[in-house]
């Protein structure tokens, strides 16, 4: 828990922080020619600068020296995000801030939940230490994250543990054990604070957000806290991902098929297309032999693309060229057996929904996660 003095010394770092994004804002501004694309260079040169990226940039070099000479945390930069996207005044970029979520989560509730959940179930925890796992699915600039780390580790480090026997002993077992685990994960003799950050960052911590400035911004967060920030900002990659956390696909539900509930009518579709297109997908289900499992689909990164594309896909009768077409049953099961024979213009329209909708798929993304025994 945050201390009065700690809370008061991180607002003033905030006010500051917000105050040098402020002015970095204003000289984007200039070479930018919308709002949202000043505050995405803001944010790219605020992390090559934290990371000490080079750039070639002449445009780059007013916002660097602005961060270089108030050389505050890169998490204190990083929450100015929200706070800029707010400064935006357009109705388009108004939408895109209340559509990615990007509002500020007090560092009060922050710690509540963090020592309410995560060191709850670390207390809990019988495992390796690099077998916990954090997951954050709307991450954000990362503060659960980063707090999470920061208290993972004060917990570790201040576990009385002495060895008998090459043996973790300790009145708390759990914890005992996770810092017994780091201690034989390191050189011999040592276990400093700086290990087990590195440690906790490299293996435990995973999130999701559906707006790609904060992921950059959050595996920037999390790597400046480690010994090695860019290597370890290259590693985040496969941790902290660009998706939207509630729309995707699981084994069951591909296996069960495209069900009804995909052919309703939205916006620019047409009602006669649809009731035609849910009659004809019933049809193909009820022919449909497949009993595959998931597992053994041949592409199932596009199967799941696939059976979430069915839920937004544009209904309307076949046009002229005779190309338009929806995706029923029968295309789900090609997919599914010989993903090849799809066609070419189909498979670019599953590939364009799901870049435009942040498809996520937590089975294929993170099956360390929710499937911890793979």
């Not at 003033?12 to 922080?17: K, L």
């Not at 559509?99 to 019988?126: C, Q």
Request: hydrophobic fraction near 40%; glycine fraction near 4%; charged fraction near 25%.
């Amino acid at each position: 828990m945050l201390f009065p003095h700690a809370m008061t010394t991180q607002h003033t770092q905030f006010e500051q922080a917000q105050a040098v994004m402020a002015s970095a804002l204003n000289i984007a501004s200039k070479i930018c020619d919308e709002c949202a694309e000043a505050v995405e260079h803001v944010c790219r040169v605020l992390v090559e600068c934290h990371l000490r990226l080079e750039s070639h940039d002449p445009d780059d070099v007013p916002i660097r020296d602005l961060i270089k000479a108030n050389p505050l945390g890169m998490f204190a930069y990083a929450s100015c995000y929200q706070s800029m996207l707010s400064e935006i005044t357009t109705p388009t970029s108004l939408s895109k801030r209340k559509a990615h979520g990007a509002y500020y989560t007090p560092t009060p509730l922050v710690d509540h939940i963090v020592e309410r959940s995560v060191l709850k179930s670390f207390d809990e925890f019988t495992g390796q230490l690099a077998g916990f796992r954090v997951c954050d699915p709307a991450v954000g600039v990362g503060a659960f994250l980063l707090r999470s780390l920061h208290l993972l580790t004060d917990q570790i480090l201040t576990i009385p543990f002495r060895e008998e026997g090459g043996k973790a002993q300790s009145d708390r077992g759990p914890l005992a054990r996770a810092r017994g685990s780091l201690i034989h994960q390191t050189e011999p003799g040592s276990s400093s604070k700086q290990e087990s950050i590195d440690t906790i960052i490299r293996n435990c911590l995973y999130g999701v957000d559906i707006d790609p400035i904060a992921v950059m911004l959050c595996r920037a967060v999390l790597a400046c806290e480690s010994s090695q920030p860019r290597q370890m900002y290259e590693h985040l990659a496969a941790h902290i991902k660009v998706g939207n956390a509630v729309v995707g696909a699981t084994p069951e539900l591909i296996e069960r098929g495209i069900t009804s509930d995909a052919f309703v009518v939205l916006d620019g579709d047409d009602k006669r297309a649809v009731s035609y297109y849910k009659k004809r997908n019933t049809k193909e289900r009820r022919a449909s032999t497949l009993v595959q499992p998931h597992r053994d689909d041949p592409d199932k990164k596009l199967a799941a693309d696939a059976w979430c594309a069915a839920f937004v896909w544009r209904m309307h009768m076949t046009d002229e060229s005779g190309e338009w077409d929806a995706l029923t049953q029968k295309h789900l099961d090609t997919i599914r057996t010989q993903p090849s024979k799809l066609s070419a213009w189909m498979r670019d329209e599953i590939n364009r929904l799901a870049r435009e909708h942040s498809f996520f798929h937590w089975h294929l993304e993170f099956p360390e996660v929710i499937c911890p025994q793979s």
